[in-house]
């Protein structure tokens, strides 16, 4: 069964390298882990679209919501899509798909996710505007052509 979701839509993926003790008992990869796999493709999401600087630049995570589709194995193949789907004023949102192929050689979507950051200045622990410069290159950085893998 191949993914209903239109991958061609994420111009960021990054490859999953499981780790054996990501796994539960039952050999699935944790339901906890996912955010891990999550936070590691975030963040270089924003380093490849965004040039982002976390020293200059901080953002913390207001929200993340995460649904499980297929059960994900340790030895599958998967990738984690990203791309920002809105820009706020001080907050913006990703989408996430964790895809691959499953252990009977299908493609499959293991998990779909979205999150919220919120720009913040940890010195005054407050949260503050998107400057102007992270808001250009998350608004056109899915509008270009080029597919990058990570």
């Known amino acids: 069964m191949k993914p209903s979701i239109d991958l061609s839509l994420f111009k960021f993926s990054y490859q999953i390298h499981a780790r054996w003790s990501d796994m539960d008992e039952l050999h699935h990869i944790n339901n906890a882990v996912y955010l891990s796999y999550l ?5 270089r999401y ?9 020293m200059v630049d901080g953002i913390i995570l207001a929200n993340m919501n995460i649904n499980y589709q297929s059960p994900m194995h340790f030895l599958n ?22 895809a691959g192929i499953n252990n009977q050689k299908e493609e499959v979507v293991f998990a779909s996710a979205e999150s919220t950051q919120v720009m913040f200045d940890y010195k005054s ?3 503050v505007l998107i400057p102007d410069h992270l808001r250009v290159k998350l ?12």
């Open 46 to 54: 924003l380093h490849f679209a965004a040039d982002w600087d976390w």
């Open 39 to 43: 936070e590691d493709a975030r963040g």
């Open 77 to 98: 193949e998967a990738k984690v899509y990203v791309r920002c789907s809105k820009v706020g004023n001080k907050s913006f949102e990703l989408q996430y798909i964790v």
């Open 139 to 150: 608004n056109s950085f899915d509008s270009q052509d080029t597919f990058i893998k990570a």
């Open 125 to 127: 622990n407050t949260s």
